[in-house]
Nanobody, 119 residues
Framework: QVQLVVSGGGLVQTGGSLSLSCAASGSVFSIDPMGWYRHAPGKQRELVASITGGGSINVADSVKGRFTISRDNARNTVYLEMNSLKPEDTAVYYC?????????????WGQGTQVTVST
């Protein structure tokens, strides 16, 4: 059994900062990649950022230069530092982890956390 526990999020004014973290626990052998998605009302879920175990990073153009993803492999935890937040960043943010067992990948999702950026 695998669990992804998300913390962080909340309400912030435009230009503010928030941090998210997501810790994987349970039968975790190899996680590659870990990342964050978001789902805003009326829009499709989109990738925000992801990071591999080796540290390769993929970041959405809409958040480049403002959001930073990092990872602690020893703790199976991924972080998202969000700066210079804009109202259009308002969404439910989800942690995602692709966990490999015996060469087979399985996708897991954490509970969503609301990020609201007020004007």
């Amino acid at each position: 059994q695998v669990q992804l526990v998300v913390s962080g999020g909340g309400l912030v004014q435009t230009g503010g900062s928030l941090s998210l973290s997501c810790a994987a626990s349970g039968s975790v052998f190899s996680i590659d990649p870990m990342g964050w998605y978001r789902h805003a009302p009326g829009k499709q879920r989109e990738l925000v950022a992801s990071i591999t175990g080796g540290g390769s990073i993929n970041v959405a153009d809409s958040v480049k230069g403002r959001f930073t993803i990092s990872r602690d492999n020893a703790r199976n935890t991924v972080y998202l530092e969000m700066n210079s937040l804009k109202p259009e960043d308002t969404a439910v943010y989800y942690c995602n982890a692709r966990i490999w067992r015996y060469g087979q990948p399985n996708n897991y999702w954490g509970q969503g956390t609301q990020v609201t950026v007020s004007t």
